[in-house]
């Protein structure tokens, strides 16, 4: 029978571990490490907010000011995408009871307090209402950051370096500022002609997630220096069109004489959505006087059906350019739905592939557009995911 580390005998072990761990989370090894933070989130008041609002109010935390503050500074970075405002059709900023003042331990007379956290901002001193600005900034804002569960020591603190050290004032170049406009008048337009020129033909489009189109504009162009030199891509009907033209750059002629009712697609496997279906494959010249080759797969009606697709086509693509070692030069990109990426077990199958020795390519870029509708059901009455304590 295996014996459990945290005994008595063990105290002092440890203690001593515990010590080093709270000077420097790397200090101790990463099995330790997760115990701790383990420990750590144990001793936060509750961990659910449901439960929290139902048990009686012995959440509030006790102990010396650095220990709250310490604890102010974790349970951020635990919980704060639970309270981030990434629902532009909410009103309502969701809460989360275990953020409060009080859960936290702290009242309002302490705001002012000088303080400050070894573990935030290299111990710099500030009032407490400035970390907590800070950490709202960070973590709450319009990004939030589901990462403590990562149990790789170096892959967390990458996150956590990469979030907390974003500049207060990000400052994007102007020529940058203009081309990421340009992305999204181009997809907004695009939309709106559909929507004129083909009245009442039934169309899948990216209106309230044309950010999908910077994102893949800032992808595309950050390839080259990361050595990537072609994406393989994959994605449902949903902004497929706009992708085509837009990121693909497919011709604007061809996608209309393919979307007029006059066109008749190969008869075999014609049907309304033909054009919904179709592959192509681009390569992008950019302004750096770089390249990089996009290929969008065919894909069925069936949603996800083509997620394995891309990562076969993806490997494929890398043993024919040589990089079966380090798998860089082909960067798999899956877009999906939100009520396809939850429902289908395709995804789960895909995901469990991803590591294994014959099947791995290196790494996917995931993203889902999320449009808070999958067909005519509510992500309430479609899915059983935490997105439930932030409405
Ligand atoms: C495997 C499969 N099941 C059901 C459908 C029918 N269907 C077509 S679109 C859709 C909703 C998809 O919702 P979501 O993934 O959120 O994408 P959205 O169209 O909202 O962007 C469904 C269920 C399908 N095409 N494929």
Redesign the pocket.
């Known amino acids: 029978m295996r014996t459990s580390i945290a005994a008595r005998a063990n105290l002092d072990l440890i203690e001593e571990n515990y010590r080093r761990w709270r000077q420097n989370p790397e200090a101790v090894d990463s099995g330790w490490s997760a115990f701790f933070e383990g420990f750590e989130l144990g001793n936060l008041p509750q961990r659910n907010g449901a439960a929290a609002a139902a048990a009686p109010r012995v959440g509030v935390r006790e102990g010396p000011l650095q220990t709250r503050v310490d604890g102010l500074v974790y349970a951020y970075r635990t919980l704060g995408h639970t309270i981030a405002r990434v629902n532009p059709l909410s009103e309502k900023r969701p809460e989360n009871p275990l953020l409060t003042l009080r859960e936290l331990g702290f009242g309002e007379k302490d705001l002012d307090l000088r303080v400050s956290s070894k573990f935030f901002l290299d111990n710099r001193e500030m009032a407490l209402r400035e970390m907590i600005a800070r950490l709202e900034k960070i973590y709450a804002e319009s990004i939030g950051a589901e990462f403590m569960h990562i149990q790789n020591t170096r892959i967390r603190n990458w996150v956590l370096h990469r979030l907390e050290s974003r500049p207060d004032k990000r400052h994007t170049p102007r020529a940058v500022q203009i081309a990421l406009l340009r992305a999204l008048l181009e997809a907004e337009s695009f939309e709106v002609f559909l929507h004129s020129r083909y009245v009442g033909q039934k169309r ?1 489009s990216l209106q309230g997630a044309e950010a999908l189109m910077v994102i893949l504009d800032t992808i595309l162009h950050k390839c080259p220096g990361a050595g990537v030199e072609e994406i393989c891509m994959g994605m ?4 497929r069109l706009n992708v085509l033209a837009n990121f693909l750059k497919k011709s604007l002629r061809v996608i209309f004489t393919e979307f007029s009712e006059n066109y008749v697609p190969d008869l075999v496997a014609g049907d309304a959505d033909v054009k919904y279906h179709l592959g192509y494959r681009t390569i992008r010249k950019l302004s750096s006087g770089a390249q990089v080759e996009i290929r969008l797969s065919a894909n069925p ?5 083509v997620d394995p697709v891309v990562e076969g086509t993806a490997r494929a693509r890398q043993r024919i350019r040589g990089d079966t070692e380090h798998r860089r030069k082909v960067l798999p990109l899956l877009l ?6 939850a ?2 077990g395709i995804v789960a199958e895909t995901l469990n592939m991803s590591q294994l020795h014959g099947y791995g390519t290196g790494g996917t870029v995931h993203i889902v ?3 808070q ?3 005519t ?1 509510l992500p309430e009455d479609a899915r059983s995911s935490s997105s439930h304590a932030c409405r």
């Open positions: 899948f449902s009907h949903r902004g009606s069936h949603l996800e059906a999906h739905g939100d009520a396809a990426f429902g289908q557009v999320n449009n509708i999958g067909f059901t």
